[in-house]
């Protein structure tokens, strides 16, 4: 007897070949859950092996895409990655992972698609890559951008409005009557690496402007480094302190750099939210489980997903050119425990119950 095929499995399931085409790329919607644990079943009984090969000759596609991001170690793209593949693999496509460490060569050999020839499009988080470099890409396979970049390609772009979400982060800050805000988190670095901290950074500075509060240009540190890790946030919240500027509230532009910062605050003796406010950005799952809990700015992370692989398959799968197009996703400044001086840490606890969800933006801009 030969290898077990798809008619095989279409007729002990008792079911049509497109059915069993369906569950097998994991397409949601059109098989009901009954049938498609029957269909996994007999898959699983028969040993069933799809031939992926011949697929891709039939239908000249691979189904396969890749995202490419500069460090997987940081928990901002671990929770993008995982996102993305649930994302594909709900659409019917298999994700590559990239990992380019901000090296922009690396960066172009992924927004080129060059690290496999399957590789039909790219969702990449650049850090180094300038815009006249991904305008003389040798392969323009289908692209699409996260975060704050300074390109108007033909490629979609798929962010959050960080001008605006920093400045609500820093408003929450004011309203809970903190007044010396520091912030961790600008940076020294070309402007295409830098153009997310700059969102964020113009937002602290408008609600500091709009609630009539001076600007101390001492509370905001240059960071050498264009990669957030905890130690960059350990060491900017260390040069604060150790500068007598007692600030009474913490913002970093990025959850790791908070949790660094917290670190640097205990060697000193100092606590939030007793000694001051800590706030931070992306709203990883660790911000849950620090104590005290971390107020933070939270991407929705299966929002942003759903919008960049449904945007590059509609460029991979377009006959005529498409032009840019901005996408936003939406957020929610999640309040927690490290703001609210009042509130005894630990009460809310690892699951996260106490976070206040203090509204949510969404929309696509053309």
Known sequence: MGEPTLHDVAARAGV???????????????????????????????????????????????????????????????????????????????????????????????????????????????LALDPRQLDRRGRTVPLVLLGEHDYDGDCDHVMFDNLTASQRMTAHLIEQGYRRIAVIGRQDAPPQAAAMAAMRFNGYR??????????????????????????????????????????????????????????????RG??????????????????RFTIPTLTTIAPDYADMAALAVNALIERMESTVPIGHRD??????????????????TGAAGASGAGAVRAGAVGAVAG
């Open 16 to 126: 049509s070949i497109k059915t069993v085409s369906n569950v097998l790329r994991g397409v949601t919607g059109k098989v009901s859950a009954e049938t498609s644990a029957r269909v996994l079943q007999v898959i699983e009984e028969i040993g069933y092996r799809p031939n992926l090969s011949a697929r891709r000759l039939r239908s000249g596609r691979s189904n396969v895409v890749a995202l490419a991001v500069p460090d997987l170690r940081n928990p901002y793209f671990a929770e993008v990655a995982t996102a993305m593949i649930s994302a594909a693999r709900q659409a019917g496509y298999t994700l590559l992972i990239e990992e380019t460490g901000g090296n922009a060569g690396d960066e172009l050999n992924a927004a080129e698609g060059l690290r496999d020839p399957l590789i039909e499009g790219v969702i990449m988080a650049p």
């Open 270 to 287: 100092l606590h939030a939210p007793e000694d001051f406010g800590l706030a931070g950005f992306d709203g990883i799952e660790e911000g």
């Open 206 to 267: 408008r609600a500091l402007t709009e609630a009539g509060l001076a600007y101390d240009q001492r509370l905001a540190p240059v960071i050498a480094t264009t990669a957030y890790g905890k130690a960059a946030g350990a060491e900017a919240a260390e040069q604060i302190f150790a500068r007598g500027l007692k600030p009474d509230a913490l913002y970093c532009f990025a959850d790791v750099l908070a949790i660094g910062a917290l670190r640097a605050a205990h060697c």
């Open 327 to 344: 996408i936003l996703c939406r957020y929610e400044l999640e309040v927690r425990e490290s703001t609210q001086p009042g509130l005894r």
